[in-house]
Protein backbone atom coordinates (compact mmCIF):
# COMPACT_ATOMS: atom_id res chain seq x y z
CA UNK A 1 0.00 0.00 0.00
CA UNK A 2 1.37 3.31 -1.23
CA UNK A 3 1.18 7.04 -0.13
CA UNK A 4 0.20 9.36 -2.47
CA UNK A 5 3.33 11.00 -2.42
CA UNK A 6 5.08 7.43 -3.75
CA UNK A 7 2.40 6.73 -5.66
CA UNK A 8 3.17 9.98 -7.76
CA UNK A 9 6.79 9.88 -8.00
CA UNK A 10 6.60 6.31 -9.29
CA UNK A 11 4.18 7.41 -11.79
CA UNK A 12 5.72 10.82 -13.06
CA UNK A 13 9.11 10.34 -12.16
CA UNK A 14 9.17 13.47 -9.70
CA UNK A 15 7.63 14.98 -6.63
CA UNK A 16 4.46 16.37 -7.78
CA UNK A 17 2.53 18.79 -5.99
CA UNK A 18 -1.02 19.94 -5.32
CA UNK A 19 -2.34 23.18 -6.56
CA UNK A 20 -5.40 24.34 -4.28
CA UNK A 21 -7.87 26.05 -6.34
CA UNK A 22 -11.66 27.54 -6.63
CA UNK A 23 -13.41 27.11 -9.41
CA UNK A 24 -16.40 29.81 -7.56
CA UNK A 25 -18.81 26.70 -7.10
CA UNK A 26 -21.61 26.71 -3.99
CA UNK A 27 -23.04 23.30 -2.38
CA UNK A 28 -26.74 22.42 -3.18
CA UNK A 29 -26.85 21.58 0.78
CA UNK A 30 -26.18 25.53 1.30
CA UNK A 31 -28.19 26.96 -0.80
CA UNK A 32 -31.66 25.32 0.08
CA UNK A 33 -31.79 22.61 -2.88
CA UNK A 34 -31.16 19.93 -0.65
CA UNK A 35 -30.53 21.70 2.60
CA UNK A 36 -29.36 24.95 5.08
CA UNK A 37 -26.16 25.72 6.31
CA UNK A 38 -23.84 22.67 4.64
CA UNK A 39 -22.48 19.67 6.69
CA UNK A 40 -21.83 20.48 10.43
CA UNK A 41 -18.72 20.26 10.49
CA UNK A 42 -18.12 22.35 7.04
CA UNK A 43 -16.34 26.16 7.60
CA UNK A 44 -17.75 28.78 5.57
CA UNK A 45 -15.10 28.05 2.92
CA UNK A 46 -16.59 25.10 1.73
CA UNK A 47 -13.81 23.00 3.45
CA UNK A 48 -11.47 24.72 1.30
CA UNK A 49 -9.81 27.19 3.60
CA UNK A 50 -6.63 26.73 1.81
CA UNK A 51 -7.39 27.23 -1.63
CA UNK A 52 -6.98 30.18 -3.90
CA UNK A 53 -8.58 33.30 -3.66
CA UNK A 54 -11.26 33.45 -6.56
CA UNK A 55 -9.74 34.75 -9.63
CA UNK A 56 -9.16 34.01 -13.31
CA UNK A 57 -7.65 30.55 -13.15
CA UNK A 58 -4.26 31.24 -14.34
CA UNK A 59 -4.22 34.08 -12.07
CA UNK A 60 -4.99 31.53 -9.10
CA UNK A 61 -2.11 29.15 -10.41
CA UNK A 62 0.24 31.14 -10.93
CA UNK A 63 -0.14 32.41 -6.96
CA UNK A 64 -0.38 29.05 -5.88
CA UNK A 65 2.81 27.74 -7.78
CA UNK A 66 4.58 30.62 -6.38
CA UNK A 67 4.09 29.80 -2.86
CA UNK A 68 5.35 26.26 -3.48
CA UNK A 69 8.33 27.71 -5.27
CA UNK A 70 9.43 29.05 -2.28
CA UNK A 71 10.58 25.54 -0.82
CA UNK A 72 10.71 24.00 -4.09
CA UNK A 73 11.37 23.78 -8.32
CA UNK A 74 8.51 21.55 -8.25
CA UNK A 75 8.04 21.25 -12.25
CA UNK A 76 4.64 18.75 -12.12
CA UNK A 77 1.41 19.49 -10.37
CA UNK A 78 -2.06 18.43 -9.79
CA UNK A 79 -5.18 20.98 -10.06
CA UNK A 80 -6.98 20.64 -6.87
CA UNK A 81 -10.38 22.24 -6.61
CA UNK A 82 -11.45 21.37 -3.25
CA UNK A 83 -13.57 24.16 -1.97
CA UNK A 84 -17.25 23.54 -2.11
CA UNK A 85 -19.20 20.99 -4.88
CA UNK A 86 -17.26 21.39 -7.91
CA UNK A 87 -19.37 19.52 -9.89
CA UNK A 88 -22.35 21.54 -9.17
CA UNK A 89 -23.18 24.40 -11.43
CA UNK A 90 -23.46 24.45 -15.20
CA UNK A 91 -21.67 22.56 -17.42
CA UNK A 92 -21.49 25.54 -19.70
CA UNK A 93 -19.38 27.26 -17.05
CA UNK A 94 -17.36 24.90 -15.26
CA UNK A 95 -16.00 22.75 -18.53
CA UNK A 96 -14.30 25.56 -19.86
CA UNK A 97 -12.71 26.80 -16.54
CA UNK A 98 -11.40 22.97 -15.89
CA UNK A 99 -10.31 22.38 -19.74
CA UNK A 100 -8.23 26.18 -19.33
CA UNK A 101 -6.55 24.07 -16.10
CA UNK A 102 -5.68 20.91 -17.97
CA UNK A 103 -4.57 22.19 -20.65
CA UNK A 104 -1.30 24.00 -19.12
CA UNK A 105 1.13 21.37 -19.53
CA UNK A 106 2.47 21.19 -16.10
CA UNK A 107 -0.50 19.86 -14.92
CA UNK A 108 -0.52 16.32 -14.45
CA UNK A 109 -4.44 15.42 -13.64
CA UNK A 110 -7.54 17.11 -12.30
CA UNK A 111 -9.18 16.37 -8.90
CA UNK A 112 -12.48 17.64 -7.91
CA UNK A 113 -14.17 17.05 -4.70
CA UNK A 114 -17.85 16.81 -4.76
CA UNK A 115 -21.14 15.43 -3.45
CA UNK A 116 -22.31 12.06 -4.69
CA UNK A 117 -25.69 13.87 -5.11
CA UNK A 118 -24.29 16.08 -7.97
CA UNK A 119 -23.02 13.56 -10.34
CA UNK A 120 -25.75 13.36 -12.91
CA UNK A 121 -25.90 12.48 -16.47
CA UNK A 122 -24.57 15.83 -18.27
CA UNK A 123 -21.66 16.43 -15.47
CA UNK A 124 -20.73 12.74 -16.02
CA UNK A 125 -20.60 13.33 -19.62
CA UNK A 126 -18.25 16.33 -19.14
CA UNK A 127 -15.77 14.39 -16.68
CA UNK A 128 -15.51 11.52 -18.99
CA UNK A 129 -14.37 14.12 -21.28
CA UNK A 130 -12.13 15.85 -19.62
CA UNK A 131 -10.62 12.36 -18.48
CA UNK A 132 -9.90 11.46 -22.19
CA UNK A 133 -7.68 14.65 -21.80
CA UNK A 134 -5.67 13.99 -18.42
CA UNK A 135 -6.75 11.86 -15.51
CA UNK A 136 -9.40 13.25 -13.59
CA UNK A 137 -10.05 12.63 -10.20
CA UNK A 138 -12.91 12.43 -8.38
CA UNK A 139 -12.78 13.31 -4.67
CA UNK A 140 -16.22 12.23 -2.35
CA UNK A 141 -16.55 12.93 0.65
CA UNK A 142 -18.51 10.26 2.18
CA UNK A 143 -16.96 11.13 5.94
CA UNK A 144 -19.17 7.80 7.30
CA UNK A 145 -21.29 5.17 6.05
CA UNK A 146 -23.60 4.95 8.67
CA UNK A 147 -26.97 7.06 7.82
CA UNK A 148 -27.68 8.25 11.49
CA UNK A 149 -24.97 10.12 11.41
CA UNK A 150 -24.99 11.53 8.68
CA UNK A 151 -28.33 12.82 9.33
CA UNK A 152 -27.05 14.25 12.63
CA UNK A 153 -24.11 15.94 10.79
CA UNK A 154 -26.79 17.51 8.02
CA UNK A 155 -24.95 15.82 4.89
CA UNK A 156 -28.01 15.94 3.03
CA UNK A 157 -27.76 11.84 1.43
CA UNK A 158 -27.86 8.43 2.34
CA UNK A 159 -25.47 5.83 1.61
CA UNK A 160 -27.66 4.46 -1.65
CA UNK A 161 -26.72 7.54 -2.96
CA UNK A 162 -22.35 7.13 -2.26
CA UNK A 163 -22.98 3.83 -3.69
CA UNK A 164 -24.60 4.39 -6.65
CA UNK A 165 -22.98 7.71 -7.59
CA UNK A 166 -19.22 5.42 -6.87
CA UNK A 167 -20.53 2.07 -9.28
CA UNK A 168 -21.42 4.95 -12.17
CA UNK A 169 -17.58 6.77 -11.88
CA UNK A 170 -16.03 3.63 -11.86
CA UNK A 171 -17.96 2.38 -14.75
CA UNK A 172 -17.20 5.16 -16.37
CA UNK A 173 -13.52 4.88 -15.99
CA UNK A 174 -13.10 7.37 -13.54
CA UNK A 175 -10.18 7.72 -10.48
CA UNK A 176 -12.34 7.92 -7.29
CA UNK A 177 -10.87 9.00 -4.00
CA UNK A 178 -13.25 8.88 -0.68
CA UNK A 179 -13.01 10.91 2.16
CA UNK A 180 -13.48 9.54 5.62
CA UNK A 181 -13.58 11.60 8.98
CA UNK A 182 -13.17 9.34 12.60
CA UNK A 183 -14.57 11.18 15.39
CA UNK A 184 -17.92 12.16 14.20
CA UNK A 185 -20.12 12.51 17.53
CA UNK A 186 -22.07 9.50 18.48
CA UNK A 187 -19.75 7.08 16.58
CA UNK A 188 -18.21 4.38 18.27
CA UNK A 189 -14.54 2.88 17.43
CA UNK A 190 -16.52 -0.26 15.57
CA UNK A 191 -18.89 2.12 14.09
CA UNK A 192 -15.96 4.12 12.42
CA UNK A 193 -14.15 0.71 11.39
CA UNK A 194 -17.17 -0.38 10.01
CA UNK A 195 -17.29 2.66 7.66
CA UNK A 196 -13.21 1.51 6.23
CA UNK A 197 -15.08 -1.70 6.15
CA UNK A 198 -17.87 -0.56 3.56
CA UNK A 199 -15.23 1.54 2.01
CA UNK A 200 -13.18 -1.29 1.86
CA UNK A 201 -15.37 -3.91 -0.25
CA UNK A 202 -16.29 -1.40 -2.87
CA UNK A 203 -16.31 -3.12 -6.19
CA UNK A 204 -14.08 -2.42 -8.31
CA UNK A 205 -11.54 -1.36 -5.70
CA UNK A 206 -11.64 2.24 -4.12
CA UNK A 207 -8.45 4.02 -6.14
CA UNK A 208 -7.89 6.28 -2.90
CA UNK A 209 -8.65 7.44 0.45
CA UNK A 210 -8.71 10.43 2.35
CA UNK A 211 -8.40 9.69 6.45
CA UNK A 212 -9.04 12.62 8.96
CA UNK A 213 -9.69 13.44 12.54
CA UNK A 214 -12.69 15.97 13.18
CA UNK A 215 -12.28 19.26 13.24
CA UNK A 216 -14.33 21.13 15.16
CA UNK A 217 -14.29 24.79 14.02
CA UNK A 218 -15.58 28.52 14.67
CA UNK A 219 -18.43 29.28 13.15
CA UNK A 220 -19.59 25.86 12.17
CA UNK A 221 -22.92 24.40 13.81
CA UNK A 222 -20.97 21.61 15.40
CA UNK A 223 -18.45 24.01 16.64
CA UNK A 224 -21.56 26.32 18.13
CA UNK A 225 -22.80 23.02 19.63
CA UNK A 226 -19.13 22.28 20.79
CA UNK A 227 -18.69 25.66 22.58
CA UNK A 228 -22.30 25.49 23.93
CA UNK A 229 -21.40 22.03 25.73
CA UNK A 230 -18.27 19.61 24.63
CA UNK A 231 -18.59 16.50 23.60
CA UNK A 232 -16.00 13.76 23.74
CA UNK A 233 -13.22 13.33 21.04
CA UNK A 234 -10.70 11.21 19.98
CA UNK A 235 -7.36 11.26 21.78
CA UNK A 236 -4.16 11.48 19.42
CA UNK A 237 -3.09 7.90 20.65
CA UNK A 238 -7.10 6.61 19.96
CA UNK A 239 -6.83 8.09 16.58
CA UNK A 240 -3.72 6.81 15.91
CA UNK A 241 -4.84 3.52 16.54
CA UNK A 242 -7.80 3.50 14.41
CA UNK A 243 -5.25 4.94 11.43
CA UNK A 244 -3.01 1.75 11.74
CA UNK A 245 -6.38 -0.50 12.09
CA UNK A 246 -7.64 1.26 8.75
CA UNK A 247 -4.37 0.67 7.09
CA UNK A 248 -4.84 -3.25 7.45
CA UNK A 249 -7.92 -2.90 6.13
CA UNK A 250 -8.15 -1.35 3.24
CA UNK A 251 -7.32 -3.38 0.12
CA UNK A 252 -3.65 -3.11 -1.56
CA UNK A 253 -4.26 -1.30 -4.71
CA UNK A 254 -5.55 1.63 -2.35
CA UNK A 255 -3.33 4.93 -2.32
CA UNK A 256 -3.42 6.38 0.85
CA UNK A 257 -4.47 10.15 0.19
CA UNK A 258 -4.19 11.45 3.59
CA UNK A 259 -3.22 10.09 7.03
CA UNK A 260 -4.04 13.24 9.04
CA UNK A 261 -5.36 16.80 7.72
CA UNK A 262 -4.67 20.49 9.00
CA UNK A 263 -7.54 23.30 9.83
CA UNK A 264 -6.92 26.75 10.02
CA UNK A 265 -5.44 27.95 12.99
CA UNK A 266 -7.57 31.09 13.99
CA UNK A 267 -10.57 28.44 13.55
CA UNK A 268 -10.16 25.28 15.54
CA UNK A 269 -11.63 24.82 18.60
CA UNK A 270 -10.82 21.17 19.41
CA UNK A 271 -8.56 18.83 19.36
CA UNK A 272 -5.70 20.61 20.20
CA UNK A 273 -3.34 17.81 19.49
CA UNK A 274 -4.16 18.16 15.77
CA UNK A 275 -1.93 21.33 16.10
CA UNK A 276 1.06 19.26 16.21
CA UNK A 277 1.35 17.41 13.38
CA UNK A 278 4.81 15.97 13.85
CA UNK A 279 3.48 14.53 16.92
CA UNK A 280 0.56 13.34 15.54
CA UNK A 281 2.35 11.34 12.56
CA UNK A 282 4.73 10.04 14.82
CA UNK A 283 1.89 8.30 16.43
CA UNK A 284 0.91 6.77 13.92
CA UNK A 285 3.83 5.28 12.85
CA UNK A 286 4.62 3.99 16.30
CA UNK A 287 0.70 2.68 16.10
CA UNK A 288 1.63 0.98 12.93
CA UNK A 289 4.54 -0.31 14.78
CA UNK A 290 7.37 -1.24 12.48
CA UNK A 291 9.26 1.72 11.83
CA UNK A 292 10.71 1.22 8.62
CA UNK A 293 7.27 -0.02 7.17
CA UNK A 294 5.60 2.86 9.04
CA UNK A 295 7.87 5.22 7.62
CA UNK A 296 6.87 3.91 3.95
CA UNK A 297 3.81 3.91 4.56
CA UNK A 298 3.17 7.49 6.63
CA UNK A 299 6.25 9.87 5.15
CA UNK A 300 6.89 12.84 7.66
CA UNK A 301 5.86 15.16 4.65
CA UNK A 302 3.69 13.96 2.01
CA UNK A 303 4.25 16.46 -1.74
CA UNK A 304 0.57 16.14 -2.27
CA UNK A 305 -1.20 16.22 1.07
CA UNK A 306 -4.14 19.08 1.24
CA UNK A 307 -1.58 20.95 3.79
Not at 60 to 74: G, L
Request: a positive charge; hydrophobic letters at 40%; charged letters at 25%.
Amino acid sequence: MQMLSDYLRAKYGEKVYKLSLSAGCTCPNRDGTVGVGGCAFCSAGGSGDFAARPAPIREQMAEAKARIARKTDAKKFIAYFQSFTNTYGPVERLEPLYRETINQPEIVALSLGTRPDCLGPAVMEMLCRLNGIKPVWVELGLQTAHDATAARMNRGYDLVTFTDAYRRLKAAGLTVIVHLIFGLPGESRGDMLDTVRFVASLEPPVDGVKLQMLHVLKGTALGDRYEAEPFPLLSLEEYAELIAESVRLLPEPTVLHRLTGDAPGPLLLAPAWTRNKKRVLNTIHKAIGDKSAARAICPPASHASDR
